[in-house]
Nanobody, 114 residues
């Protein structure tokens, strides 16, 4: 069964930090690029950070320099370190594969207050 379980969200003041975690089933994680996505109210889901199986990363311009994606291949886990958070980062955050995707998990809510 393909599963994606996100955690680590919460309420934080602008300028604060959060670290998100996502555990994926092997069929999605092994050998595939993984990504963190977010969806704000009334907006489409967007890819904010991706990491290849070998570790190369890419980021949306809106988070570049503030967010860092990493992965632990032995634990099928992907992380998103979010620093210098802004109110516009408020969204539900999801992880999933980039090229091969499973059913979306429940996500984790990130709320940044001004």
């Amino acid at each position: 069964q393909v599963q994606l379980v996100e955690s680590g969200g919460g309420l934080v003041q602008a300028g604060g930090s959060l670290r998100l975690s996502c555990t994926a089933s092997g069929i999605i994680f092994r050998g595939n690029a993984m990504g963190w996505y977010r969806q704000a109210p009334g907006k489409p889901r967007e890819l904010v950070a991706g990491i290849a199986s070998g570790g190369s990363t890419n980021y949306a311009d809106s988070v570049k320099g503030r967010f860092t994606i990493s992965r632990n291949n032995a634990r099928y886990t992907v992380y998103l370190q979010m620093n210098s958070l802004k109110p516009e980062d408020t969204a539900v955050y999801y992880c999933n594969g980039v090229n091969i995707q499973g059913s979306w998990g429940q996500g984790t809510q990130v709320t940044v207050s001004s």
